[in-house]
C-alpha cells in the first residue's frame, strides 16, 4: 500500500501482515480521492476507524492542512503512529486512541471530510452517522465518505445527513454524504 498523489507520493506505509486491518485497495482510494479532489486543499478530515492511517496521510498528501485519525485498536494506533512518523507528517496529525463515539468527542475542530471506514457489520453506517451527527464537528458544506461492503444495504438518510453519491468497485461500495438541508 502506497501514496498514490500528491507531496507524499510513493511511500509505502505499513501495513499488517494478517487480515484483521483492510486497508483501502490503491483502486479505491484513486476513485475516492477524485470524487472529493475539491474539499481538500487547506481541509482538515478525520480517519475514522484509522487501520494504518492510509485515508488520512493520502489526504494530507493531497494538500489537507490537518488529519485525525482514530482507532480503538493499539496495533493500529501504532501502525498509524509508524506512518505518520515515516511521512514525517507529524506536525499536521493527531493520533487519537479511542472508540469512534469518544474519539469523536475529543476532535475540537470543524471538519471537511469525515472517513469512514467501519468493521464490515450491517446496519454500522447508520450508527456512524448518528455519532457523527451527536459530535456537531462536520461543517455544514463537508462531507462524509463511508467505505463498506457492497452487500450492505446503508441508509438514505441518517442523523441528519443525506446519501448524494454511491459507487460500487468490486465488492466495496463508496458512499458520501453530506448534511440534509433543514426543511424551510
Given at each position: 500500500m502506497r501514496i498514490i498523489a500528491g507531496e507524499l507520493k510513493g511511500r509505502r506505509l505499513v501495513t499488517p501482515a494478517d487480515n484483521r486491518?483492510?486497508?483501502?485497495t490503491d483502486k479505491?482510494?484513486?476513485?475516492?480521492?477524485?470524487?472529493?479532489?475539491a474539499y481538500l486543499p487547506d481541509s482538515v478530515v478525520v480517519d475514522l476507524f484509522a487501520g494504518t492511517g492510509n485515508l488520512g496521510l493520502e489526504a494530507i498528501s493531497r494538500g489537507a492542512k490537518r488529519a485525525y485519525f482514530i482507532d480503538r485498536d493499539r496495533a493500529s494506533i501504532a501502525m498509524v503512529r509508524e506512518n505518520v512518523k515515516?511521512?514525517?507528517?507529524?506536525?499536521?496529525?493527531?493520533?487519537?486512541?479511542?472508540?469512534?463515539v469518544a474519539g469523536l468527542k475529543k476532535i475540537n475542530d470543524k471538519v471537511d471530510v469525515i472517513f469512514l471506514d467501519p468493521p464490515y457489520v450491517a446496519g454500522f453506517i447508520d450508527k456512524c452517522l448518528e455519532a457523527v451527527a451527536e459530535s456537531d464537528i462536520l461543517l455544514d458544506d463537508g462531507i462524509i465518505v463511508a467505505e463498506h461492503s457492497a452487500k450492505d444495504e446503508v441508509p438514505e438518510t441518517a442523523g441528519g445527513f443525506v446519501k448524494v453519491k454511491s459507487?460500487?468497485?468490486?465488492?466495496?461500495?463508496?458512499?458520501?454524504?453530506?448534511?440534509q438541508e433543514a426543511e424551510a
Open positions: 486491518v483492510r486497508p483501502t479505491v482510494k484513486e476513485a475516492v480521492f477524485s470524487m472529493i479532489s515515516y511521512c514525517k507528517v507529524e506536525d499536521r496529525s493527531v493520533i487519537i486512541w479511542s472508540d469512534y459507487k460500487r468497485y468490486g465488492s466495496i461500495n463508496i458512499t458520501v454524504y453530506e448534511k
